[in-house]
């Protein structure tokens, strides 16, 4: 019984493993932008989330305090109705910006006013 080691088929081609590399390259040239996109998404869709959470805290401490419209506020007048536990507390963006109060009757702005380098732009309404 003769037995035939032939050693050149115990390997990949080089050929074979650039296919490999190309096909790798190009999952990677599609996941990212999705990813990158995905994460915009999100930090814009977080920024909505605390616009609206302020926007509600504004309305109802105007119905409570009996104000009118364009009356100011201040984030330790809105921060008990913001409902986050029991004093509650102002929300930071997901960039770690900080919200302005605004006056009773005009809608909260997103500090982040750029859409560039990663940041997000939000609009209430």
């Given at each position: 019984m003769k037995i035939n080691k032939n050693l050149r088929n115990a390997g990949f081609t080089l050929v074979e493993i650039?296919?490999?590399?190309?096909?790798?390259?190009?999952?990677?040239a599609?996941?990212?932008?999705?990813?990158?996109?995905?994460?915009?998404?999100?930090?814009t869709n977080a920024c909505i989330?605390?616009?609206r959470i302020i926007d509600?805290?504004?309305?109802?401490?105007?119905l409570e305090a009996k104000v009118s419209t364009g009356a100011a506020t201040s984030t330790t007048l809105l921060a008990p109705y913001m409902?986050?536990?029991?004093?509650?507390s102002w929300p930071t963006g997901p960039l770690g910006e900080t919200y302005?109060?605004?006056a009773v009757g005009t809608p909260p702005v997103c500090p982040v006013v750029t859409a560039t380098n990663g940041t997000h732009y939000a609009v209430l309404f």
């Open positions: 650039m296919i490999v590399v190309a096909i790798i390259g190009l999952l990677a599609i996941a990212i932008p999705n990813f990158v996109k995905a994460r915009q998404t999100a930090q989330n605390n616009l509600a805290a504004v309305n109802q401490y105007a409902g986050r536990g029991t004093t509650g302005i109060a605004p």
